[in-house]
């Protein structure tokens, strides 16, 4: 009889486990179809009163805007296959040297501020922002891919970007699942 309802209960556990874990699963949402090529795919909770659109897709580059509402900026995200990365896990495993080149590209723009970021499981983040706070752009690598997301006012001229709304996108970089096609 002990085994009946030691049995039973560990049958109940497993599956109030099971349930928790696809409740877990199905906050995620696919980011549109966003497959990257044949590497990986990437899921993520959109941000609370954000959608998601897809703008380009293709094998080695795709790109969509994550929209907010009103008074909330938009988040371009951009993604790109870049060779010399091609060995690259993650931009935890860059040289300084290949971050300061890193850094040198944004350079074009005046007034860029940078800070180092990461996200909550430890991937290295580059943030740049402009000294007007005119947009926050959050940069990382992963799996030979250059991904950015870039913060931005669309139709609201001196708009900043505040501290909150940049934490929220590194709270939504740190919410994606990379899942891999391997």
């Known amino acids: 009889m002990k085994k009946m309802i030691a049995l039973a209960l560990s049958l109940m556990m497993l599956l109030c486990a099971t349930a928790v874990l696809a409740e877990g699963a199905a906050e995620k949402t696919t980011l549109g179809t966003l497959k990257v090529g044949e590497a990986f795919t990437i899921q993520s909770k959109i941000p609370e009163g954000y959608t998601f659109s897809e703008t380009l897709s293709g094998e080695l580059y795709l790109g969509g805007d994550l929209k907010g509402g009103e008074g909330k900026p938009t988040v371009t995200v951009s993604?790109?296959?870049?060779?010399?990365?091609?060995?690259?896990?993650?931009?935890?495993?860059?040289?300084?040297?290949?971050?300061?080149?890193?850094?040198?590209?944004?350079?074009?723009?005046?007034?860029?501020?940078?800070?180092?970021?990461?996200?909550?499981?430890?991937?290295?983040?580059?943030?740049?922002?402009?000294a007007d706070r005119s947009f926050a752009d959050i940069y990382t690598i992963y799996k030979g891919y250059e991904l950015e997301f870039i913060m931005y006012y669309e139709d609201a001229e001196g708009a900043e970007i505040t501290d909150e709304q940049i934490q929220m996108l590194v709270d939504f970089i740190s919410d994606m699942d990379f899942v891999s096609a391997e």
């Not at 040297?97 to 940078?114: A, K, L, N």
């Open 79 to 130: 993604i790109g296959y870049n060779e010399e990365y091609a060995d690259v896990e993650r931009f935890n495993d860059v040289d300084e040297e290949t971050v300061q080149r890193i850094r040198d590209s944004f350079q074009v723009m005046d007034d860029v501020i940078f800070e180092d970021l990461q996200t909550a499981y430890g991937t290295r983040l580059l943030k740049v922002t402009q």
